[in-house]
């Protein structure tokens, strides 16, 4: 079971880079790391995926070093409305289940 | 709007009750995940089925059942319900094993 660990909570201001932290320390190898947005009682939204490196959309930036232990959702640029909770999934490839994070809860000021 | 939908939006109940909660998932998708929401608790996964099979479980409590039908839609059983069963109900489908698309949710308070 890859058991993910977040930050439970994080401030920063509109404008700033955000950078949310997770660790996966036992991430098998066939193994993507998935991030998730959540606004209260709302569905959770994917925001991006990745296997290594770094992966970059129109909303989020991912890093992964090559250990793949841990990894980086970046949002550039934060706006209030990015004022969510943000989950951090490793799929268990194998067993296809899927555990979310305890979620770090992103709070922008104005 | 992920194209899953799920209803009711709202059910209240009592104790003891049995309540069924439906989803429809994204055309095409053939898995279906259901997950339940306490208040200001993590996401906690339940069932997945995969065409109209139990693939995964998860922390699913014997009162609780599931099943998905031919035309793909999913219904969660939830029986003897308990206070501590108020909870926000996501289904998700998926057509691979990674991303995910939830529905708005059903939320159940059991009084």
């Known amino acids: 079971l890859a058991k993910t660990t977040q930050p439970i909570s994080m401030d920063s201001y509109e404008g700033q880079e955000v950078n949310i932290t997770c660790s996966h320390n036992?991430?098998?190898?066939?193994?993507?790391i998935t991030w998730y947005q959540q606004f209260p009682s709302q569905g959770p939204r994917f925001i991006i995926q990745?296997?290594?490196t770094k992966v970059t959309n129109e909303v989020a930036s991912l890093f992964i070093p090559a250990d793949r232990k841990s990894s980086t959702l970046s949002l550039p640029r934060v706006s209030l409305s990015d004022t969510a909770v943000y989950y951090c999934?490793?799929?268990?490839?194998?067993?296809?289940?899927?555990?979310f994070g305890s979620g770090t809860k992103l709070n922008v000021k104005p | 709007d992920s194209g899953v939908t799920q209803t009711p939006k709202h059910l209240i109940t009592a104790t003891g009750q049995r309540v069924t909660l439906r989803c429809s998932p994204r055309?095409?998708?053939?898995?279906v995940y259901w997950y339940q929401q306490s208040l200001d608790q993590g996401l906690q996964f339940l069932i997945q089925?995969?065409?109209?099979?139990?693939?995964a479980k998860g922390n699913i409590l014997e009162r609780f059942s599931a099943q998905q039908f031919p035309d793909l839609h999913s219904e969660l059983n939830l029986s003897s319900l308990e206070l501590g069963d108020s909870a926000l109900y996501f289904c998700?489908?998926?057509?691979?094993?990674?991303?995910?698309?939830f529905g708005p949710g059903t939320r159940l308070t059991v009084l």
């Open positions: 998700a489908s998926s057509a691979s094993q990674d991303e995910q698309f």
């Open positions: 036992n991430i098998a190898t066939n193994d993507y």
């Open positions: 990745g296997y290594k």
């Open positions: 999934l490793v799929g268990e490839n194998n067993f296809n289940k899927f555990y």
């Open positions: 055309s095409g998708d053939l898995s």
């Open positions: 089925y995969y065409n109209g099979e139990e693939r």
